[in-house]
């Protein structure tokens, strides 16, 4: 095929995250210099951010018979590259500079994220089984040597080896999946599948079992129940940046290949599948708040949270009609400002890097009297975290609420109602452990260096933007509007 400057336009997010990628490889292997390797990244990413505006403007483009660049797709790479912005600023601070820190070399860790996102990208714009397999493994391959990059912290060592084996077996269901699916279908393509799907009326059942495995693959990235099992580890020894950057980047960029193979062949969420899904996702939402009822750890709660969270961005899947694809961006844009600064105060709690994270609850207590911003914006992310009106994760479960009722999936909506239910009890208990008073409360508020300043800094914005988009969402709804899959 040929090549014109449209394509390359179009392309240019990820040509440009590619080449960061190999200009901070040679950078490293030229000088180790912490400082210069993150403003590398970071003026990078930001590039690459920048040039989805004349991305755009071409779409939509089949570049390759690969990758389809679409307002869609444009939309989740900029959620994406802002994530990764996020969790590289939080890795600056977390792993320290100088004598203080890390005691391991610094410079990988960025390098690995910034392949991670190049994998998400290309998730996200994949229209082929293979490009969803392309971009699925690179973005987990570099995430197993994040999550055990604390590699002398035990935990994080069994965490890196626990995601690495668990997540070789989710790749190996969704491959038979997609052997299954091209034997039914006779394309690999997600138009092809769709159309092959829609002649035959009702997914034969060679196709349904090639879709089933395909979904087990995905649910296991997505930790939806019952493929959740290393989560909370996996959260809890992966370093904070890093437990960020897997909550968010790496699970949004899975959660939209998912839409667009299931918006494209209606079929495929029809019959078994879809009560399939309905089971999955009540038992996501239930499992996951009641699970996390019990945890003294907030990394590990987080991580059980995040597997609610996802069961009830589930039910607009499984809804797939009128504002199904609205709330999912929606939900999902929401979800990642809360996550990254949730997970941010625990990076700042925890930086720089002295041997294992400020994630116990008792770490928490009486934090208001010691960091009152740090308190601040962790109060207003569980505030968002448990939807309550006011703030951003308010609007994502009213589009959600509102996509259910829409398509009267009652038991959906009534787990969903539940599930916030038992969530606003927990979140709140972070809450209240912030505001205690300790009796002999010593204070050891230490100097801020400008590494972590500038964590700080981008917290409060994200918890001003979280308040924002509460009190007007409007911006935020015209955007998602505009990256329906028709456009």
């Not at 790496?250 to 019959?271: E, H």
């Not at 539940?418 to 002999?440: C, D, K």
């Amino acid at each position: 095929m040929e090549f014109t400057t449209q394509h390359f336009i179009a392309l240019a997010p990820l040509l440009i995250t590619s080449a960061t990628i190999i200009v901070v490889m040679l950078a490293i292997a030229w000088r180790r210099n912490h400082s210069q390797t993150f403003l590398l990244s970071v003026a990078g990413l930001n590039l690459a951010l920048l040039s989805i505006l004349p991305a755009l403007k071409v779409a939509p483009l089949a570049v390759t018979p690969l990758l389809q660049i679409d307002t869609f797709a444009c939309l989740y790479m900029a959620l994406i590259l802002v994530a990764t912005l996020a969790c590289v600023t939080l890795a600056h601070a977390y792993l320290g500079d100088g004598g203080s820190g890390y005691p391991g070399n610094r410079e990988e860790l960025y390098l690995l994220i910034l392949m991670a996102a190049a994998g998400g990208l290309v998730l996200v714009s994949a229209q082929h089984l293979a490009g969803l397999f392309v971009g699925l493994e690179l973005l987990s391959v570099p995430v197993y040597g994040l999550v055990a990059y604390a590699f002398f912290n035990k935990r994080s060592l069994e965490a890196g080896i626990k995601y690495m084996v668990l997540s070789a077996a989710g790749s190996a269901f969704l491959l038979f999946g997609m052997a299954l699916l091209y034997a039914d279908a006779g394309s690999l393509s997600f138009t092809g599948i769709g159309q092959a799907l829609a002649a035959t009326g009702m997914p034969s059942s060679l196709a349904q079992l090639g879709l089933g495995m395909m979904l087990i693959g995905l649910a296991f990235k997505l930790s939806l129940v019952p493929f959740h099992l290393w989560t909370p580890d996996v959260y809890e020894g992966a370093p904070a940046p890093v437990a960020a950057f897997l909550a968010t980047a790496s699970k949004v960029a899975v959660f939209a290949v998912m839409v667009r193979l299931f918006q494209i062949s209606p079929a495929a969420s029809s019959g078994v599948l879809s009560n399939v899904l309905t089971i999955i996702a009540i038992a996501s939402i239930l499992f996951g708040n009641l699970l996390a009822l019990t945890q003294s750890n907030l990394k590990r709660l987080l991580g059980y949270s995040s597997i609610a969270h996802f069961g009830y961005l589930l039910i607009a899947l499984v809804a797939s009609k009128g504002l199904a694809v609205e709330a999912i961006g929606v939900y999902l844009v929401t979800y990642v400002i809360t996550s990254l600064g949730a997970f941010g105060v625990i990076t700042l709690m925890s930086s720089p890097y002295n041997g294992r994270d400020a994630d116990a609850l008792y770490e928490y207590r009486g934090l208001f009297w010691r960091r009152p911003y740090l308190t601040a914006v962790l109060t207003v992310m569980m505030l968002s975290l448990a939807g309550i009106p006011l703030t951003a994760g308010f609007i994502g479960k009213f589009y959600i609420i509102a996509t259910g009722v829409q398509s009267q999936q009652w038991w959906l909506v009534g787990s969903l109602v539940l599930g916030s239910a038992i969530g606003v009890f927990y979140y709140l208990r972070v809450m209240v452990t912030l505001y205690l008073i300790e009796p002999n409360l010593r204070r050891h508020d230490a100097q801020l260096h400008w590494e972590q300043r500038a964590g700080g800094v981008m917290l409060l914005a994200i918890a001003v933007l979280a308040f924002f988009l509460g009190l007007y969402p409007q911006p935020l709804l015209s955007l998602v509007q505009q990256s329906g899959l028709a456009g």
